[in-house]
Every structure is written in C-alpha cells, then in structure tokens.
C-alpha cells in the first residue's frame, strides 16, 4: 500500500513558478508509475502526466507540455512537478496518484493524495 502526500501549492501571478512535491510512504513505492491530475471547480479530474517507475519516461497532457516538468526520486520516495510559465486555467486542485501501469485515465490509479490548490491570478 503507498499513501500520498501533496505539498507546494499556493498563489502566484501568470507566468511565475511553482513546485509541487508529492511524498509516498509504503515499501513498494518505487514500482509504482506516478501521475499528477488536477481538478478545477465544476469540471472533471484532468490528467496531467505520469512519470515511470525508473523516472527516465514522461507523458504530458498537450495542454502544459514545455511548461511543466515531471521528476521522481525514488531514494526519496517523493516525486515532484516543476510548473513554469503558469496560466490562470491550471488554476486547480493537484493531485497525485500511483498506479502499477501508465494511464492517463484516473480510474486507472489506486492510491491518490489529497490534494494541493494551485490559484494562478492574471
């Protein structure tokens, strides 16, 4: 079993910075595929990328490839997303997920944190 604990979010004006950290406790993190979501007011969970077991591959939703950087140290148990260049829609809830396989469909994942608000103001 892995639990999840998001930290990092907060306030920041279009095109600041932010970085988001998700710790894991459990002895099977590492064989985990990571993934980071994010949930805006009225809409649905969205994916945002997943990052492998090894941290070596990424995938990206088209909406915040080039801005946002997935990385994972597994020594660590942590796992972090870089947010550059952020916009007032990525303003959400970010969450992180595990799963035993990469997918971009929530259902896919079994353990999720619970959750860290990210405000972009314009």
């Known amino acids: 079993q892995v639990q999840l604990v998001e930290s990092g979010g907060g306030l920041v004006q279009a095109g600041g910075s932010l970085r988001l950290s998700c710790a894991a406790s459990?002895?099977?993190?590492?064989?985990?595929?990571i993934g980071w979501f994010r949930q805006a007011p009225g809409k649905e969970r969205e994916f945002v990328g997943t990052?492998?077991?090894?941290?070596?591959?990424?995938d990206y939703a088209n909406s915040v490839k080039g801005r946002f950087t997935i990385s994972r140290e597994n020594a660590k148990n942590s796992v972090h997303l870089q947010m550059n260049s952020l916009k007032p829609e990525d303003t959400a809830v970010y969450y992180c997920?595990?799963?035993?396989?990469?997918?971009?469909?929530?259902?896919?994942?079994?353990?999720w944190g619970q959750g860290t608000q990210v405000t972009v103001s314009s």
């Open positions: 997920a595990a799963a035993p396989r990469g997918s971009r469909d929530p259902r896919a994942y079994d353990y």
């Open positions: 459990g002895p099977t993190f590492s064989r985990y595929v």
């Open positions: 990052i492998d077991w090894s941290g070596v591959f990424a």
